[in-house]
């Protein structure tokens, strides 16, 4: 089955610059990459996705690219802000099944003001 | 559009108790997903139910969990005689056609 790693664990960036979160998954026949933003004690909420057709996809300043050869995609948050503040999860759609995710072990990310 | 909800918020069990969470999927999404979340870690899958229908139980544990989704009313997830170890918050998510998935707030569980 796909297995998902993330990192890194922690990231700690000052508010104004960038922050870049990886992640690699193993099974090629995944196609579809979403990424999560958590709130402590909230739910996770999807901020940006990108499938296999696509190599990078940009939402004002969040950005994800795909590298389906590297089986590697990551998230790109440029001017971060204190509210970015989060643990962030990577995901892919397992190839072998109808629907369910995979979830990477989650990025603290920590902006300072 | 309410949204993804899941009731109750906080459950609190003693072991051995059953627990019956509840989650109702946003109008027009047929696709149901329980995931469960210990504390500092990830997501991990549980099942994946449509309507009547298990489509892939393949993270739930085979004793003591069970999931139903039936043709009127909220998807269930219930844990018979639980454990510490079950202790969690358990999240649902919905999704219209199975790509996109879209999260309930949670139900914290906590086993006395």
């Known amino acids: 089955g796909e297995n998902v790693e993330q990192h890194p664990s922690t990231l700690s960036v000052q508010e104004g610059d960038s922050a870049v979160i990886k992640c690699t998954y193993s099974d090629s026949a995944s196609n579809y990459f979403p990424w999560y933003k958590q709130e402590l004690g909230k739910r996770p909420q999807l901020i940006i996705d990108i499938r296999s057709n696509v190599g990078e996809k940009k939402d004002q300043r969040i950005a994800v690219t795909l590298n389906k050869t590297a089986k590697h995609f990551s998230l790109h948050i440029t001017e971060t802000q204190p509210e970015d503040s989060a643990v962030y999860f990577c995901a892919a759609k397992d190839g072998g099944s109808q629907g369910n995710l995979i979830f990477g072990k989650g990025t603290k990310l920590s902006v300072k003001p | 559009n309410a949204g993804v909800m899941q009731n109750p918020r906080h459950l609190v069990r003693r072991r051995g108790q059953e627990a019956r969470l509840r989650c109702s999927p946003m109008?027009?999404?047929?696709?149901v997903y329980w995931y469960r979340q210990l504390p500092e870690e990830g997501l991990k899958f549980m099942v994946y139910l449509q309507k009547e229908n298990i489509i892939d139980e393949s993270g739930m544990p085979k004793e003591r969990f069970s999931a139903e989704f039936p043709k009127e009313g909220p998807s269930i997830l219930r844990i018979q005689q639980v454990v510490r170890g079950d202790s969690a918050a358990y999240f649902c998510?919905?999704?219209?056609?199975?790509?996109?998935?879209?999260f309930g707030p949670g139900t914290r569980l906590t086993v006395l």
């Open positions: 998510a919905s999704s219209p056609v199975g790509v996109e998935q879209f």
């Open positions: 109008k027009g999404h047929s696709h």
